[in-house]
């Protein structure tokens, strides 16, 4: 088992990577301050991990909410059925809540804790590739509104985190590649040489190579914590980690919640970022070509929705989380390995790298 | 006009107390850092104050959103009104929220701007007695669940707050008297001193004499600073503010909200606790009676409801956020002025005070 200690001054944390962590109390019970646990998980997740989870909890009064399963429910109702469940059971202040399962549990789980009583403790043990890498760290937690994704939220940041490798042998494939949409992310944001790894050590990872998925998970989190731990509010540099993000949004909202997968969306996003890069004449084809190449090695979609048009695909960009003072700024490359947060660009050459897609579709 | 510092460091802000201050640009526009401003108002108060109010803002693209009167609407659903005008406006990150109205609009608002885009600005305009003196300070933000007060909600800084005596002029006699009990609570808390004045000027409160009600604000705005700065989070003596509540919050949870004004629950709690403390040996009959007829003169109920039968009080009690490790806590008093945070009593004395209350209604 690796430890990694994300510091964040008297909000540090640490993040326990390995196999078959789930059902070992010795890692968690330090982390819970009061006498009350709650695990929240979701169907699909709670039938093969909730009963070791509650184990490991044993020396606590626990309880356990199971909600549905999908992006499509994370939403402010399925929340509320978590305070729903606090409430009944009268956990108080000093209870903790644990997110047992992928990033929309513990998106949703992260904000009731931020929220219950005004904030209460929690542990997140994320069981698929993309929560493990993505979630784990930076302490955004939050749920979807119809008019855009992420738009409700706090920053909350766990007691601890259980990334157990174990639990993404029963992730389906589709899952597995969402989850290498956000590792190949870290590669392409500021780490060249992982990128190298990344290329050398596809197949392995997509083939579940537990050491290969506990290095690629454990170094995704170290590049991650260095860039949440120089502006852990967001306020700047921190923006690089939604590098594919904001063309993600639009086709995850564009093709509505659910249909395409985050990482999937990301995936294709960090492509079109890579065309506007070379638009621009920041990076060559052949680096386009390398990213392309290894984000569709992943078993990842590399080209944008036909039935998305140009004109809504901007429309949803521009309602983005990114736009400052009515200015659009994206993640681009000035290398592979090498990104800036910038608002060098025109909205006509994000119209035409969408459009070039749509063109090649047809 | 008078200005009081609340220090919390970086999130230090102003508060300003006076009469006519709602037109003045002046002193808000500092304190704006984007360029959107949504005034979240109800509408009673709205037809009142949102004209001057939006002007005060022209400098800046300005919406506004008017949402229910009333305790029993601060809920998650009015609270998502807000985030539906945000999102039609595409208001962004740096967009600042302005709370225009009482305790209800000033604690959806800010819970609202604690979570739009995980965190915005928002400045506080309260407009009645009860919000200028404690809402203004201290950052608590939420909303309710029908299983609990508050339950849902954040900590979250204003900018800066802005008193404004004159609109005290247009409040109903029974919301004056409702603020009056919070002001009356600073008094019992921890200043003796204070509670002499109030003795003495009682009438000129009640009679809306703007020099009296603008020492009575900044004099328990004052107190609460001095309180919340020691325990900005809550974790041990800012519960003394909790005076009067948990007896409080039981009152108006168990009658239904909006039936009894936050403030008249309040003031009956905090007769509640005094009795308590005299069953206990800790104050004298004399102390009692000079709380009651303090908080009787401010035209505020002394009786605790007859509906609400002694069992269903305790029950009430027990799920309030006070609870720790399943051990109620209460603050009541070991003189007048001079208040405790304490779990030295009986169940059975909570209990024996109550259907005192009831014996007397009988």
Chains 1, 2 share one sequence.
Not at 24 to 49: D, I, K
Not at 121 to 140: A, E, N
Not at 156 to 171: E, I, M, S
Not at 287 to 316: H, K, N, Y
Request: aromatic share 6%.
């Amino acid at each position: 088992m690796k430890t990694l200690h994300v510091d964040l001054g008297e909000r540090s944390y640490p993040i326990y990577i390995g196999t078959d962590l789930l059902g070992r109390p010795e890692l968690v019970s330090p982390h819970v301050r009061g006498s009350q646990v709650m695990v929240v998980t979701n169907e699909t997740v709670g039938p093969l991990y909730l009963e070791k989870t509650l184990q490991a909890f044993a020396a606590f009064e626990t309880g356990h909410v199971v909600l549905p399963d999908g992006e499509q429910y994370k939403t402010l109702e399925t929340w509320n059925r978590i305070f729903d469940a606090l409430l009944e059971r009268r956990f108080d202040r000093r209870c903790t809540l644990v997110a047992l399962g992928g990033g929309v549990v513990g998106d949703i789980t992260g904000f009731a804790a931020a929220c219950y009583q005004r904030g209460v403790d929690f542990i997140q043990i994320p069981t698929t590739l993309l929560s493990q890498v993505d979630s784990s760290v930076g302490g955004k937690t939050g749920v979807n509104h119809p008019l855009g994704k992420n738009m409700i939220g706090a920053f909350h940041q766990p007691r601890c985190v259980l990334a157990d490798t174990a639990t993404l042998q029963t992730l389906d494939s589709r899952q597995l590649a969402a989850g290498i949409a956000e590792v190949i992310k870290y590669g392409l944001i500021n780490d060249p040489e992982f990128l190298a790894w990344l290329e050398e050590h596809m197949a392995a990872l997509t083939g579940r190579d537990p050491q290969a998925l506990a290095f690629a998970i454990e170094r995704s989190c170290a590049d991650k914590a260095v860039v949440v731990a120089k502006d852990e509010r967001e306020a700047g540099s921190r923006a690089l980690l939604n590098l594919g993000h904001t063309f993600g949004h639009a086709i995850e909202t564009g093709m509505g919640y659910g249909r395409w997968l985050h990482g999937e969306a990301v995936a294709t996003g960090m492509v079109l970022a890579a065309e506007l890069s070379e638009r621009l004449g920041w990076i060559g084809s052949a680096d386009v070509e390398r990213a392309r190449a290894l984000i569709a090695r992943a078993g990842l979609p590399v080209q944008a929705p036909a039935e998305l048009s140009a004109d809504r695909f901007l429309e949803l960009m521009a309602v983005d989380k990114k736009v400052i003072g009515g200015k659009l700024r994206l993640v681009l490359m000035e290398g592979l390995g090498q990104s800036v947060v910038t608002d060098r660009f025109d909205p006509a050459d994000i119209r035409a790298v969408i459009e070039a897609h749509h063109a090649r579709a047809a």
